[in-house]
């Protein structure tokens, strides 16, 4: 069983920048691909980026491709989202996953909220 806590949310101007993180416990994490995902009110739940179990492949919405970085240190057991150029429509609750084989692990989400 892993647990994961996400952290570094907030309020920020639109152009601006925020560092996500998500501390994660359990075994043998560093076998886990990481990705983030996010959800506005009133939509569903979306893939922002992933990156494997070594960070070799790493991919990102089209969206954000450009303005967000997901990097992970799996000495640490923490995974890390940088989002610059901040805009509005990047408001959302955050959530970190990691996922290995048929289990799923979710964090309990940070909010990010981008104002014009």
């Known amino acids: 069983q892993l647990q994961l806590v996400e952290s570094g949310g907030g309020l920020v101007q639109s152009g601006g920048s925020l560092r996500l993180s998500c501390a994660a416990s359990?075994?043998?994490?560093?076998?886990?691909?990481v990705a983030w995902f996010r959800q506005a009110p009133g939509k569903e739940r979306e893939g922002v980026s992933c990156?494997?179990?070594?960070?070799?492949?790493?991919n990102y919405a089209d969206s954000v491709k450009g303005r967000f970085t997901i990097s992970r240190d799996n000495a640490k057991n923490m995974v890390y989202l940088q989002m610059n150029s901040l805009k509005p429509e990047d408001t959302a609750v955050y959530f970190c996953r990691y996922s290995g084989g048929p289990y799923n692990f979710w964090g309990q989400g940070t909010q990010v909220t981008v104002s014009s």
């Open positions: 359990g075994s043998n994490l560093d076998r886990y691909a």
């Open positions: 990156a494997t179990t070594r960070s070799d492949v790493t």
